[in-house]
């Protein structure tokens, strides 16, 4: 089996907070249906899905690498629809922070070491 591309279907709890936060901290949206908008940037997607469980949305977790972690942490600080962030946090690997989204999934906002 040779693997081309994966991408994770992320919980929504208000569709269209979820929509709006995901396009306030820089990813272009796509209509695919009533219940499923598309986010790309770059060459990275996922699905966003109208679709809420409570237990899903509080273990759904996404590592999302950026090259400049301070201009995303401006951008994500600035959103209106984010439930928490975390500061920026230096690790052997590289800076983290934490930003919970509105349905409370957790995105690990990353940039790596060279």
């Excluded at 040779?2 to 929509?19: G, H, L, N, R, T």
């Amino acid at each position: 089996m040779k693997v081309e591309d994966i991408k994770a279907f992320v919980p929504s709890k208000d569709f269209a907070a979820s929509i709006a936060f995901y396009e306030e901290i820089g990813f272009h949206s796509q209509s695919v249906s009533n219940e499923l908008v598309l986010f790309e940037n770059g060459d990275c997607y996922f699905f966003l899905q109208n679709f809420y469980d409570e237990m899903l949305a509080s273990n759904f977790m996404l590592q999302i690498c950026v090259s400049d972690i301070d201009a995303a942490y401006a951008k994500c600080e600035a959103s209106s629809y984010k439930t928490k962030i975390s500061g920026i946090k230096k690790e052997s690997w590289g800076k983290v922070f934490y930003l919970w989204g509105p349905a409370g999934e957790l995105l690990h906002m990353t940039e790596l070491s060279d």
